[in-house]
């Protein structure tokens, strides 16, 4: 059996990839090292009757391209949105951001009259950011080190796209790139409690403080979902983030895509610097023209091809391209939902998220923890209750709770323990505990996931949920590395397509689908 | 209309705002600058002299002298001794081998790779920065002669400039070197007057900063005795001891400035103020753009760094001295900082000039006015307990170093730079963005001080540019 295309990794960016492929008509078999498909976007029931979006639990930046060409309503893909925000504060009070625009502006009010005015300006000029940084995504980042007609075309593209933005966004997209996500904000709002938690957004996956500059593009990377797609809002999958991937699967294997799981790749076969096949961990091979991987670019080229495949420099530019996992998720089944001290009850803020990030000062602690080498001792949490708005991820009566928390650094000072992982999930829930007294008592399981864990089950390099860390010296043509950001590889036929590349992590597909346009384009294997 | 007696007023006697005044004298102007502080500054000046400045203004012929010690730093090693960097590379390395012989193998490579990169810095500096918003063809062609002339430089130095730049200075060592004392020397200049630590993204910027007009494998600014050269130069007249600031008059035109809170004015049809922005427009903001005003408002100049000066007689041990053993000791430090204390353990370097010490000590936030005679003493004794186990001898005389902190030094927050030299607010973006060339929103008035491009610890360079640019748009009939 022979295929035109293997596409090494059943993520969403593999399943995305395959899709598109098998779509222009080509034979593609996707191998999956896992039992089930969709990488860090997998919904698993770890305790009998709890489902959990184990890892990523949150959607939004999905290309709204990908969801109309690959038609994933149809193929069950259904977003229920997320309805709020609420900060508890460390005084017994706290901000809320709600669905309706003017609830949200008096709770801004209550707080700051001043913020209250500054607010709508600020959406609007992120919004417009968000849009002008958009064309980017879907555009295969043009190399300014290059001559080439194609790559000179691009640069002036990009150069004339951004002086067409005007002289005060053009200035804005330099501040977001370049500024500190609490800098930024400081410049809009007086509010700590709302800078605290409006920056949380830009420290995401990052091993990055709110006051380390490079803080405010990962802020705005995370505001291009809010307004993508029918929902323009963060939302939940419903039946969990892996029904993302398995829409995208049924989607690819109605193109006629095989897709094999439990399945693991041990390398990539290549004769005369051009890719021929795979070898499985069990010993068959596969030959294909065409070879794809998805895996992150340390695994892609440090593990898949034997160093003597690729260029020196090349390799040592892998080999410094930087991951430092610094996230950890705790699941919880809970028999009941806790109440808050600033909120008492159970309520419409339970079907939003909470926001650990009482103030910058308090982020910031976090973040000096790590930067040590241990995890926070009162870490920054995004806590959502996803059983409230998809009431079959629980048992009737039963509520599983998914808890983001930063910081937990994958080289953790003696390395990562079962102790220490339990020490971690104790520093966690003690932590909620302080915000919702007797919420430990709803605990029935509780599964701790460190970076360690992460990359163990998903392969996401030292647990980086991005596959990379998105700083401004490894985004778009220095993703993954100069020269290499155009989902092509030095072996002729091998290609990568994961978030490792341009434009990078979330869910969001961008990556798959541009590396499989660039396949097409090359002529796809045939 | 009346006659007035000046063309042009130069407020502030430092260096930038002496070079302007001087290249204005030169094209025939008759210029007076004034000066707040009533005696010039005995120390010399930190920072490269642009051959343009010295060369157009005849300034080696005037006694200018541009020194650089060698070795031109010296750090002490945990199990006592010194590191000590030479100008001569090979002497270097054989320095640098005692601590690590795989980083004394990284050098020459490291400092060669560096240079490249201050000589792009250098040739943007020395001109006011590209107006990226320009529809004037000229200017369009100056930009693309500037990314020409990088793309020549090859390829390694175009990925260089994207990849180190926005880096921080700790991932950009670590990436080189393993040798704390080693990284430590060289992380230091990576957060001179910065709030940030050496993990802080856009440090590695403010490294190559500081080397822009070194000779390879130096990271520390020379000294010079150019504002004293200045000063003996003739052609302008020098008023000390007043505090100046642009005024308009009630049609909103300027008029030239004002003496003190309630004094005088002195007619002029042009004002250039080297002072720092956030502070130079106290008397005509309400006249001014509010989005101006708010851009100006919100330059961040957080003053971090106590300057310090101890007379002191009889020889050193030392030239340049750091101390900063680490990466890790200066992140620690920054961390206090952060959330507006001193640092324990501030990075202290030493400069020996003649009959005096000056001194750097970062951490030292700026107070907002919270800071007392208390403070002082701590701060002292901050700086001498980090210094004593290396130069025993400073212990005798800690009772006459003077330190001023950032509250001290008559500043916006104390900020030496007059704003941080972080990426937002560089090249296009300084001192605010849309007005970086020098001219202010108010007819016939410029800046031309460390506020503008290319900022400080570059003497001269915004000050001739601003000149440059001041001369071209008020050509006289």
Redesign the interface.
């Known amino acids: 059996m022979r295929y035109d295309a293997i596409v090494i990794g059943g993520g969403h960016n593999g399943l995305v990839t395959a899709a598109y492929l098998a779509r222009a008509g080509k034979k593609v078999l996707v191998l999956e090292r896992r039992p089930r498909v969709g990488g860090a976007a997998v919904t698993e029931e770890i305790f009998p009757g709890f489902k959990f979006s184990m890892f990523s639990y949150v959607v939004s930046l999905l290309r709204p391209e990908i969801i109309r060409d690959l038609d994933l309503p149809r193929h069950g893909l259904h977003i229920l949105p997320l309805e709020s925000t609420v900060t508890p504060m460390e005084n017994g009070d706290y901000l809320a951001a709600w669905a309706d625009h003017d609830e949200t502006r008096r709770e801004l009010y209550r707080h700051s009259p001043r913020d209250a005015e500054a607010y709508d300006e600020y959406g609007r000029l992120m919004h417009f950011m968000a849009q002008a940084v958009k064309p980017i995504l879907s555009m295969v980042p043009p190399d ?2 290059s ?1 080439a007609p194609g790559d000179l075309a691009g640069l002036l593209k990009l150069g004339k796209h ?2 067409g933005l ?3 966004r ?2 804005a997209l ?2 977001l ?4 996500s609490a ?1 930024f904000l400081d ?1 809009w709002f007086e509010t700590d409690v709302l800078k605290a938690t409006k920056s949380a957004s830009g420290i995401i996956g990052t091993f ?1 403080g709110p ?4 803080t405010a593009y990962v802020l705005l990377h995370h505001y291009m979902g809010e307004l993508d797609g029918v929902f323009r809002a963060w939302g939940f999958a419903k039946g969990g983030t892996g029904a993302v991937s398995e829409a995208i699967a049924s989607a690819a294997r109605a193109f006629g895509a095989e897709i094999r799981c439990d399945a693991p790749v041990s390398r990539v076969t290549a004769r005369s610097g051009t890719a021929t096949g795979v070898v499985l961990e069990n010993g068959d091979e596969l030959a294909a023209d065409i070879v794809v991987s998805s895996l992150d670019p340390r695994r892609t080229f440090l593990q898949l091809l034997e160093p003597d495949q690729l260029p020196p420099e090349f390799v040592a530019d892998i080999r ?1 391209f ?1 991951f430092r996992g610094s996230s950890g998720k705790v699941n919880l089944a809970l028999d009941g939902l806790p109440s808050f001290t600033c909120m008492p009850g159970v309520g419409r803020q339970h079907r939003g998220a909470f926001s650990i990030s009482p103030s910058l ?1 308090y982020v ?1 602690h976090a973040y ?1 923890d790590a ?2 080498g241990e995890f926070s001792r009162r870490p920054y949490m995004d806590i959502v209750f996803p059983s409230m708005i998809d009431p079959g991820m629980a048992p009737p009566g039963k509520h599983v709770m998914s808890i983001f928390v930063q910081y937990a650094p994958y080289h953790l000072n003696g390395g990562w323990t079962d102790a220490k992982r339990e020490a971690f999930g104790d520093a966690v829930v003690n932590t909620v505990e302080c915000f919702a007294p007797g919420f430990k008592s709803h605990i029935l399981h509780r599964q701790v996931l460190t970076p360690l864990d992460i990359e163990r089950i998903t392969g996401l390099s030292e647990g980086n949920i991005f596959a990379g860390e998105l ?3 490894q985004l778009f ?2 993703r993954p590395a ?2 290499w950001a155009k989902f092509t590889t030095p072996v002729r036929g091998f290609y990568q397509s994961g978030s490792g590349t341009h434009p990078g992590g979330g869910i969001m597909g961008a990556s798959g689908r541009l590396a499989a346009l660039r396949i097409l384009k090359d002529g796809g294997g045939r | 209309m009346t006659q007035s007696r000046y063309d042009a007023i130069v407020i502030g006697a430092g260096v930038n705002g002496l070079v302007t005044a001087h290249f204005l004298a030169r094209a025939g102007r008759r210029v007076l600058v004034v000066e707040r502080e009533p005696n010039a500054n005995a120390a010399l000046d930190v920072g490269w002299v642009p051959p343009q400045v010295v060369h157009e203004l005849d300034l080696a012929r005037q006694g200018l002298r541009i020194t650089q010690p060698d070795p031109w730093i010296a750090a002490p090693l945990e199990g006592g001794g010194r590191l000590e960097l030479w100008r001569d590379l090979d002497r270097s390395v054989e320095a640098i081998r005692r601590v690590s012989p795989a980083d004394a193998a990284k050098w020459p490579d490291f400092c060669a790779r560096m240079r490249k990169l201050a000589t792009v810095l250098e040739r943007l500096y020395v001109a006011p920065p590209p107006d ?2 320009s529809r004037d063809p000229r200017e369009l062609t100056r930009i693309a002669g500037l990314g020409l002339y990088v ?1 020549r430089l090859g ?1 390694q130095t ?2 260089d400039l ?3 730049l ?3 200075i700790a ?1 950009l060592l670590d ?1 080189w070197f393993e040798s704390d004392a080693l990284k430590g020397v060289l992380g230091a200049v990576g957060v001179w007057h910065l709030k ?1 630590g050496p ?4 440090t590695a910027f403010n490294f190559l900063h500081h080397h822009v007009g070194n000779p390879i494998g130096v990271f520390r600014p020379p000294v010079s005795n150019i504002a004293s050269v200045l000063l003996g130069l003739p052609g302008i007249e020098v008023r000390r001891g007043q505090e100046a600031m642009p005024v308009h008059g009630p049609d909103g035109h300027l008029t030239g400035v004002g003496l003190g809170p309630h004094g005088d004015t002195i007619e002029a049809p042009l004002v250039v103020t080297s002072a720092d922005p956030r502070a130079a427009f106290e008397h005509v903001k309400p006249d001014l753009d509010p989005e101006f005003v708010r851009a100006i408002d ?1 330059i ?1 100049c957080r003053g971090v760094v106590a300057k310090g000066t101890l007379a002191w007689q009889g020889p050193t041990s030392f030239t340049n001295l750091c101390v900063a053993p680490s990466l ?1 000791y200066l ?1 620690r430090a920054y ?1 206090a900082a ?2 507006g204390r001193d640092s324990e353990r501030p990075y202290v370097e030493l400069r020996a000039e003649d009959g005096r010490i000056e001194v750097h000590v970062q951490y030292v936030p700026f107070r907002n006015g919270d800071s007392n005679a208390e403070h002082d003493r701590e701060l002292r004794a901050a700086v001498v307990g980090v210094l004593a186990p290396h130069v025993p001898e400073i212990k005798a005389a800690e009772s006459r170093l003077v330190l001023k902190s950032p509250d001290q030094l008559h500043l916006t927050e104390g900020h030496l730079y007059h704003g941080e030299l ?3 607010q560089i090249l296009f ?1 300084r001192p605010v ?2 007005w970086s060339r020098y001219r202010m929103p108010l007819q016939g008035l410029y800046l031309c001080g460390a506020g503008t491009h290319p900022g400080g610890g570059i003497a001269g360079a915004a000050g001739r540019n601003a000149a440059r640019v001041i001369l071209k748009e008020t050509k006289r009939s």
């Open positions: 300014p080190t001559f951004f002086r005007g002289g005060e053009l200035h330099v501040k790139m370049t500024m500190s800098d410049e990055l006051r380390s500059p490079g410094r930087k000062d910031e000096d930067k040590y700083a401004l010296h043509f220095l100069p020269g | 990226i918003e793309r390829k175009v990925i994207a990849r180190v926005p880096m921080s991932e990436d940030q993990r802080s993204g856009g919100n961040k890790e992140e961390d952060k959330y972080t990426l937002d973006m963005p849309g």
